[in-house]
């Protein structure tokens, strides 16, 4: 089992920066696919960002890429989310995800190829 717990969701204006965090504890954190989604009320999660284990290679959908920037600490077992220029539209729940080995044939910016969440933070962004 893998325990993921987000942070550093809050409020902030227009333009400005937040970093989530996310600590994962359980099995080896190093050797899983991380990922970021995010959920807006009445609408489906959808997907921001991933870094696997292996090569470190990074995806970002197209409406963050420029702004965000994904990042993992295998020493400290944390997944980060620096987001900067932020917009409204980038208001909502933020999840991390993690997925086990034996999902990675599955295209990783799919929802269900991940089987660990997180139980979200909220992000707010004000025009």
């Known amino acids: 089992q893998v325990q993921l717990v987000e942070s550093g969701g809050g409020l902030v204006q227009a333009g400005g920066s937040l970093r989530l965090s996310c600590a994962a504890s359980?099995?080896?954190?190093?050797?899983?696919?991380m990922g970021w989604f995010r959920q807006v009320p009445g609408l489906e999660r959808e997907f921001v960002s991933a870094?696997?284990?292996?090569?470190?290679?990074?995806y970002y959908a197209d409406s963050v890429k420029g702004r965000f920037t994904i990042s993992r600490d295998n020493a400290k077992n944390t997944l980060y989310l620096q987001m900067n220029s932020l917009k409204p539209e980038d208001t909502a729940v933020y999840y991390c995800?993690?997925?086990?080995?034996?999902?990675?044939?599955?295209?990783?910016?799919?929802?269900?190829?991940?089987?660990?969440w997180g139980q979200g933070t909220q992000v707010t962004v004000s025009s």
């Open positions: 870094h696997t284990w292996s090569g470190g290679s990074t």
């Open positions: 359980g099995r080896i954190f190093s050797l899983y696919d």
């Open positions: 995800a993690a997925r086990s080995p034996d999902r990675t044939r599955v295209v990783i910016t799919t929802l269900n190829s991940y089987n660990y």
